[in-house]
């Protein structure tokens, strides 16, 4: 309970958003200031289980605190605000996304747990952002395999191990620990584990009361 009361606190105080993103995060929550085309950030749109998380946020290192939009002309056209940000913010336009189309055959690789996306969880609504932005990331068990599968980086492949170890399509090896907007999905994940494992101590406390 002591973790989860702060781990909602660092949620409340947006902690680990930069000055400009959390800004515009707490204007969402004024009715006076609220602009109906900006639809939150990335780090509130995909969960993941507490196991993944480390995965989910190398592989999307730099975006976690993306700021979604649902009209891009609309918001380079109309919002005078852009010019006055305190520092930089990146914005995805949900209507700029194309279908994902991939026939990979994951069979062929062992050593390959699956496209991570298969590991998130998001809205309908937003299942074609996570399949843009995780579609051709691969959750392996090491990048010695990856690394033995250079025709996958070629076609435009990442990989990514449970410790958040990362090949990126570009050939980068991303190794040790992430930036300081990471850990947005990760405290978002141990609320819940901590929110569901709470709940059910104290259904099992209950039924032995009534014993």
Partial sequence: SSEL??????????????????????????????????????AEKIGTDVQYAAAVEAALE???????????ARLLGEWPGLSSLEGRVHFRGLDRIEPFADDLDLARYPSVRGRLVEFVRCDSHYARLAWSLLGKTLLVDSLDAALRSPWLTRDGYSFVTLNGECLGADGVLRLGPLGKATGLISRRSRIEQLEGSIAALNDQIARQEEQ
Avoid: F, P
């Fill in 62 to 72: 730099g975006l976690t605190d993306v700021l979604l939009v649902k009209d891009t």
């Fill in 5 to 42: 009361a702060v781990l909602a606190d660092m949620e409340r105080r947006y902690e680990g958003l930069g000055n400009a993103v959390k800004n515009i995060v707490r204007s969402q929550k004024d009715e006076s200031t609220r602009r109906d085309d900006i639809d939150g950030i990335l």
